[in-house]
């Protein structure tokens, strides 16, 4: 089977690498505006948006999906009621991880497989918890770790893991794939293992 990741990602990227899943990049144009403000239907309303998008593309460039498979993936962070994607500028990232300070927050990542003759969605949703950063330690974090790229305005696998006293569920996913339920879905609608 061939892979097609729908995601410019360089996180993603990683994970499918370290994985050994042998793989090419095509990035997605789909719209991610939205109107859903439950983070578990946005993310998979997005990954699907984003696979069927790059299904389009590569299909209409003559590419077969009889042996391909594409992944598509969006994730998001979820705390009192508010979704945040990635920081608009230095204030947002700040006023994004002063929420964290001290609390729990949900990562969610919406996660799509599409083949030839069919598709399948799903999500997986991680807790993280922060300790209490005071204001010095959030603009220094902002000015060394340029989070504008990350939803959430933070990357685990990055500085923030200084900061971060507990995760439940899957690593993966807070890094921006989530692995576990990638393997499972492509078990259910494919029939075999992915690895």
Not at 94 to 116: A, F, N, P, Q, T
Not at 157 to 163: E, T
């Amino acid at each position: 089977m061939k892979f097609i990741l729908a995601s410019k990602s360089p996180r993603r990227r990683e994970i499918l690498e370290m994985l050994g899943i042998d793989f090419e990049v095509i990035t997605s144009d789909a719209d991610e505006s939205s109107d859903i403000t439950d983070p578990r239907q946005l993310v998979e309303e997005l990954s699907l948006r984003k696979g069927l998008a790059v299904r389009d593309a590569f299909i209409a460039k003559g590419g077969d999906l009889s042996d391909t498979v594409i992944i598509s993936s969006d994730t998001v962070v979820a705390i009192d009621g508010e979704i945040l994607g990635k920081p608009r500028d230095e204030e947002d990232a700040r006023r994004m991880l002063r929420l964290y300070s001290g609390r729990s927050h949900e990562v969610v990542s919406g996660i799509c497989l599409i083949g030839e003759d069919r598709q399948a969605v799903s999500h997986e949703v991680t807790t993280v918890t922060f300790d209490e950063m005071d204001e010095e330690t959030v603009c220094s974090y902002v000015r060394a770790a340029q989070p504008y790229d990350k939803a959430g305005a933070y990357a685990i696998q990055g500085l923030a893991s200084a900061y971060i006293t507990g995760i439940e569920g899957d690593y993966f996913n807070v890094v921006g794939l989530p692995v576990h339920r990638m393997c499972c879905l492509y078990r259910e609608i494919f029939k075999e293992n992915l690895l």
